[in-house]
């Protein structure tokens, strides 16, 4: 089992920028690939970014050279760095984890809150 534990959210003016974090725990050797998530208020949660053992990584089009996903060599945090903020990256943020290099992620964290504002 791995736990996530997500840290960093919080209110930002827009054009602001802050660094999510995502603390694994438990089987941390089992995970390949890590992502982050987020869920707007009467949105479905859509992928933001995510990032394999080896280092590849993919980001939405609409974060793509303001969000910038990294995990350190330690393999057990995920860090998210989001520049440039604006009203419509107001959302909750997961993390999430799987154990293959595809697939559904198997391992989700709480949440952190992200709240952009004019």
């Known amino acids: 089992q791995v736990q996530l534990v997500e840290s960093g959210g919080g209110l930002v003016q827009a054009g602001g920028s802050l660094r999510l974090s995502c603390a694994a725990s438990g089987s941390i050797f089992s995970i390949n690939t890590m992502a982050w998530y987020r869920q707007a208020s009467g949105t479905e949660r859509g992928l933001v970014a995510f990032?394999?053992?080896?280092?590849?990584?993919y980001h939405a089009d609409s974060v793509k050279g303001r969000f910038t996903i990294s995990r350190d060599k330690a393999q057990n945090t995920l860090f998210l760095q989001m520049n440039s903020l604006n009203l419509e990256d107001t959302a909750m943020y997961y993390c999430a984890a799987r154990r293959l290099n595809y697939g559904e992620f198997d391992y989700w964290g709480q949440g952190t809150q992200v709240t952009v504002s004019s």
């Open positions: 990032i394999s053992r080896g280092g590849s990584t």
